[in-house]
């Protein structure tokens, strides 16, 4: 009876065992299938990512065949920005070579005078030696200014493709242009390139009331007219419009820099405004005679 008992009690923990591995083994079965389909997934999403952040593509080298494209990202604002800075760099290095030969030059006047000299027994001998001063000292600002000039023409150029409407509305772009442009322009004078100042100066009056009332601005513009109205005369294939253009140019700028320095009153308007009119009237009466 008692054997029977325990037959029983083994017979009823046997089946339990076995309940509980086949459960376990099914909970097993299903969190194995869950953490497959997860991976599966996030493989998915992260294939998806991929293909939507970088797609391939390895653009760092691109450069655009078709000119709108290119064009395009010049209106970029950090691509002007970028420009802007490159300008400013040059326009640093043209006026730090400006400035170097003017401090040069300082110290060769100073120089000279500490120098006794008394070797020099007659005055050709001083005439000399102050001559040989002066080209020293002209030669220094002709190579400065020729050196800077490069820079500064650099800097003009990047200005030129900045195309961003935020970068060139700002007010400090314009200022930054006209300082630029008035430095290239003296700088160009002194070495008599007096046709490149030309169209930069009529760029520098355009670019706000302030510069169409700068005096200088229509001095140097005199100069350059009167230097291509002569240039035109003795070139045989200019036409008479051609030479009367510049005239007229030359004596339009002479006038409006008496106007802003004494006014249109003045006896020195009235003064320039005589020597205009018989200019004009010996032109007439030359082109009549031709």
């Not at 009823?12 to 097993?28: E, K, P, R």
């Not at 997934?41 to 990512?49: I, L, Q, Y």
């Amino acid at each position: 009876m008692k054997s029977v008992k325990m037959n029983k009690l083994a017979s009823m923990f046997l089946c339990a065992a076995v309940m509980f591995l086949m459960v376990q083994i099914s909970l097993y079965a299903q969190q194995a299938g869950e953490d497959a389909a997860g991976q599966k997934k996030e493989s998915g999403e992260m294939k998806d990512k991929i293909q939507d952040e970088d797609m391939g593509w390895r653009i760092r080298d691109f450069r655009p065949y078709v000119t709108a494209i290119k064009e395009l990202e010049k209106l970029n604002t950090e691509y002007s920005e970028n420009l802007l800075k490159l300008a400013i760099d040059e326009y640093s290095t043209g006026l730090d070579i400006l400035e170097d030969m003017e401090n040069e030059v300082v110290k060769i006047r100073e120089s000279h005078k500490k120098q006794k000299n008394l070797n020099e027994r007659w005055y050709w001998q001083e005439i000399d030696r102050k001559n040989q001063q002066q080209r020293q000292i002209a030669y220094k600002k002709f190579e400065a200014k020729v050196k800077s000039v490069t820079y500064l023409t650099k800097a003009i150029n990047y200005l030129d493709e900045v195309q961003s409407p935020e970068v060139r509305q700002d007010p400090k772009f314009n200022n930054f242009m006209s300082r630029l442009f008035q430095v290239y322009v003296s700088t160009q004078y002194d070495l008599q390139n007096f046709k490149p100042c030309i169209p930069i100066l009529e760029r520098y009056i355009s670019l706000s009331e302030k510069n169409k009332n700068d005096i200088w601005a229509y001095i140097y513009l005199t100069s350059c007219y009167g230097y291509m109205e002569k240039v035109l005369q003795k070139y045989k294939h200019a036409t008479e419009d051609e030479i009367l253009q510049f005239k007229n140019k030359k004596n339009r700028s002479m006038l409006q820099a008496v106007e802003l320095k004494y006014g249109i009153e003045s006896p020195h308007f009235k003064h320039i405004q005589e020597q205009v009119e018989q200019d004009e009237k010996k032109s007439e009466r030359i082109n009549d005679f031709r």
